[in-house]
């Protein structure tokens, strides 16, 4: 399992979504809300960290089996979301602007280089955490945690 040192409060008690399994929810096209993260046993929200979502075939199964778990453990369907196609966090040629912003508006700039280094989880990270409605206390965390600053 990857977890970062910012999401470090709450890993043990895997009481919030980890990126890793937000990774896995974007690449799959699940809507889980947090309310029926909180549902699932603790066996089961180990298990969306540890199942593989990479090969079409495992991005299938990952699909199928949490919507399995979803209705098991709350009684209501999670909603599908659209797969990008080509996301922003598989493209390393390129840094989003609206992370670049967010690191703008911290009096620092990531380089194409940087950029190109990261994983593609980092990438998702520092993408999900410049986003204006999620609560961006860990960017800054981020950007130290993945030496770019």
Known sequence: MTFFQFEADFVDS???IPMQVRYKLDTCGVKLKLVHWHKF???IR???CDRPCSTPAE???YHDWLHQQV???TGS???DLPIEENPSWLDDTIVPEMVQGKAQAFNLTITLEQ???LTPLQRFALIKLSRSSHENANFIPAMKEFNLV
Do not use: F, M, V, Y
């Open 46 to 48: 180990s298990q969306l």
């Open 59 to 61: 991005i299938q199964d």
């Open 71 to 73: 209705i098991s453990h």
């Open 14 to 16: 895997l009481n919030c």
């Open 115 to 117: 950029w190109a280094k």
């Open 77 to 79: 369907e999670a909603k």
């Open 41 to 43: 046993p603790q066996e």
